[in-house]
Nanobody, 123 residues
């Protein structure tokens, strides 16, 4: 079992930056991947990016590529989402999630979820 807690959300102006944190507790195996998703009101949950727990391989959605960066600190069981050049369309609740099979980008592939943290970008 893995528990996830996100933090770092808030209100920021367009063009600004935020760093979200995801604290993981429980047993994290090297084969796992940690993903970030977001969900805006009235929209489906959207894949943002992911990182493999062992080698740190990252993969991003086209909508955030070049602006967002995912990193991890294995010793602290932490994963981070650095968001730069934020746009109003980035406004959403952001979630981190664990994929035990490191198999994909669909929410259905992920086994454990945090409660989410709100990010609001004003224009």
């Amino acid at each position: 079992q893995v528990q996830l807690v996100e933090s770092g959300g808030g209100l920021v102006q367009a063009g600004g930056s935020l760093r979200l944190s995801c604290a993981a507790s429980g047993r994290i195996f090297s084969t796992y991947a940690v993903g970030w998703f977001r969900q805006a009101p009235g929209k489906e949950r959207e894949f943002v990016g992911r990182i493999s727990w062992n080698v740190g391989y990252t993969f991003y959605a086209d909508s955030v590529k070049g602006r967002f960066t995912i990193s991890r600190d294995n010793a602290k069981n932490m994963v981070y989402l650095q968001m730069n050049s934020l746009k109003p369309e980035d406004t959403a609740v952001y979630y981190c999630a664990v994929d035990k099979l490191a198999s994909g980008t669909s929410p259905e592939s992920y086994d454990y979820w945090g409660q989410g943290t709100q990010v609001t970008v004003s224009s």
